[in-house]
């Protein structure tokens, strides 16, 4: 394996539970509001 293998892991590890933070978030925000038409796009305005 190449050295730079656990900085990516970290990376990916980041990436996933930036992920799954703004999923929850877009769940949360549209168990408060009637869905939109547009779908799940609508709600990605914050990142």
């Known amino acids: 394996m190449r050295p730079e293998t656990p900085k990516l892991l970290e990376d990916i ?3 996933a539970r930036f992920v799954l933070d703004v999923t929850r978030r877009d769940c949360r ?4 509001q009637p869905a939109a038409p547009s779908g799940r796009r609508a ?4 990142l």
Do not use: K, N, S, T
């Open 13 to 15: 590890r980041d990436a």
């Open 43 to 46: 709600q990605r305005r914050d």
């Open 29 to 32: 925000v549209l168990h408060e």
